[in-house]
């Protein structure tokens, strides 16, 4: 798992390449992970926190973006097909998920 601080931008495709790259190099189950949409859900009870996955039937990867307020940085931890996590992001800017 790697960690970094990203001041460049990072948006909702290039979060939807990161895991279908991840899931076609680890897993290469299905050929046509990368022509999936990036689905994006409104997490429940956590204002400004969503849960990010690729469409299909059977997990192809997620990820979990919330808000860390004291600081005004904002995380994305990214997990496979399995669950297990492979990256995180910490931004210094926010994420439009519109």
Do not use: W
Not at 37 to 57: D, H, M, N, Q, R
Not at 67 to 84: A, Q, S
């Amino acid at each position: 798992m790697t960690k970094q601080l990203i001041s460049k931008k990072l948006n909702k495709e290039k979060i939807r390449r990161i895991l279908a790259k991840y899931y076609d190099d680890n897993y290469c189950i299905n050929n046509d992970v990368h022509s999936r949409k990036l689905l994006v859900y409104p997490a429940t009870g956590f204002l400004g926190a969503y849960f990010i996955t690729i469409e299909g039937s059977g997990p192809k990867g997620y990820g979990i973006y919330f808000p860390c307020e004291p600081f005004h940085t904002y995380t994305i931890t990214l997990y496979d097909c399995c669950g297990k996590r492979f990256k995180d992001f910490y931004l210094n800017y926010e994420i439009s998920f519109d």
